[in-house]
């Protein structure tokens, strides 16, 4: 049964994402101090008009690539890779370029760019420059072309996330990625994590060369972030209540920062005000948050081969995510379990049983739902626009991926 709003773990589920949507609390996750916003509006009324190419008034176009069917805006299907096609081709290659041009070492070359092979879903860069085109279209009420500093921002987002995935798959002893070999398998341990750090210096350097303090603090922020949800990760609290925050709270810093945080990157270079670089930021925290909670729950129901990585992985490594927080309250044995991180023998097969027995999927699914339709909901506040279109299938995307 899904979540009526009873459950006592569903309940905090949603106060937890009530209290980090509405208005008033966006500052509990961005560093949306009023001085910190002037100083961006003063730095970016500069940028555009020195950066921004000057585009003559033109109507509204939106015979653009990916949309198509005539008609009213609301009867056209976008599809978002299609709509960004040609921003989004020459991503990896950007990214191969500067991870080449920064060394002479041919094989931390190859390590650093061996999940860079073209065959990744680039999600990340997808979201953000989806998100950019949709506020430069926002605040100019026309197709702006993105900013060179947007595209960077794309790339830099999906660079981050690969060094952390490289990492990730040395500490969890990964054998398998995006249905190849995982790096740590294909090369030894310490070379594989200088890569990951080599990645991440590389991605450095790009944030310093956009010189925008307020984007370098933001994307700083999400590396800070990614490390404190990766730690977070490797303990359990004992009380119920109190692990579903923190279950919460170490989604969205491992996950949905990233997205939250490089949207916002984005939307602060588009010269965006406070407010619209709240609502950027609530939008890609509850796109992230759905995402990984679907993740989580796929963990469960897909395919080995379907995923690309083994099945029932977060279990085996030890994982109580939210199918299993949700199902310990049909089956409180599972509070032992969680415990001792599903070490003894039987541990992973039992939990995994009682999680399918438990309404626990359906419960994780209802969250995602509600993540979703809040990014949904934020993208349709913002002008409509292919891009703003795209936005809001993105967040049905993301929903598809569990059906
Ligand atoms: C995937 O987790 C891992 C992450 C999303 C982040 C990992 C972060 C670190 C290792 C901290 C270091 C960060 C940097 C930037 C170097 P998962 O194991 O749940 O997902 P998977 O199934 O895809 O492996
Ligand atoms: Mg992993």
Avoid at 139 to 160: A, C, F, N, T, Y
Avoid at 204 to 226: C, E, G, H
Wanted: aromatic fraction near 8%; include cysteine.
């Amino acid at each position: 049964m899904a979540c009526t709003g009873t459950s006592r773990l569903c309940v905090r589920a949603c106060q937890w994402r009530k209290c980090s949507i509405t208005k008033k609390n966006y500052s509990f996750f961005s560093d949306s101090s009023s001085s910190f916003f002037q100083t961006i509006k003063k730095r970016e009324k500069c940028h555009q008009s020195t950066v921004i190419p000057a585009i003559a008034t033109v109507s509204r176009n939106y015979s653009t690539s990916g949309t198509y069917q005539t008609g009213p805006m609301s009867n056209y299907e976008v599809q978002p890779y299609t709509l960004l096609e040609n921003d989004l081709k020459d991503v990896y290659t950007y990214i191969r370029g500067s991870l080449r041009q920064n060394t002479h070492l041919d094989d931390l070359y190859e390590i650093s760019t061996y999940y860079f092979d073209g065959k990744g879903k680039a999600i990340r860069p997808m979201i953000a420059l989806m998100m950019a085109k949709a506020m430069n279209y926002h605040i100019h009420k026309e197709d702006i072309p993105l900013l060179p500093s947007q595209r960077e921002v794309g790339m830099i987002s999906e660079m981050i996330h690969t060094a952390s995935l490289i990492h990730d798959d040395v500490i969890d002893q990964s054998d398998s990625r995006r249905g190849k070999p995982s790096v740590n398998v294909m090369w030894n341990q310490k070379k594989v994590t200088m890569a990951g750090d080599y990645i991440l210096a590389v991605a450095s350097m790009l944030i310093a060369k956009l010189r925008n303090n307020d984007v370098t603090l933001v994307l700083s922020q999400v590396v800070n972030d990614l490390v404190q949800g990766e730690f977070m990760q490797l303990g359990s609290k004992e009380s119920e209540n109190e692990r579903f925050d923190h279950y919460l709270n170490k989604t969205y810093k491992k996950t949905a920062s990233l997205m939250a945080n490089s949207i916002k990157a984005v939307t602060i270079l588009a010269g965006a005000d406070e407010e619209l670089c709240n609502l950027s930021f609530a939008y890609g925290k509850n796109l992230g948050l759905g995402f990984q909670l679907v993740d989580d729950l796929l963990d469960f129901v897909a395919s080995s081969a379907a995923m690309g990585k083994p099945t029932a992985a977060d279990l085996k490594l030890g994982l109580a995510t939210a199918p299993v927080l949700f199902a310990c309250e049909k089956f409180p044995e599972l509070n032992p379990m969680i415990m001792r991180r599903f070490q003894e023998p039987g541990d992973v097969e039992r939990a995994f049983e009682l999680v399918h027995k438990s309404d626990g999927l359906e419960q994780t699914k209802y969250l995602a739902k509600k993540y979703c339709e809040e990014s949904f909901r934020l993208a349709q506040t913002l002008t409509e626009s292919p891009y703003q279109k795209g936005l809001i299938v993105t967040a049905d995307y993301v929903l598809k991926r569990m059906k």
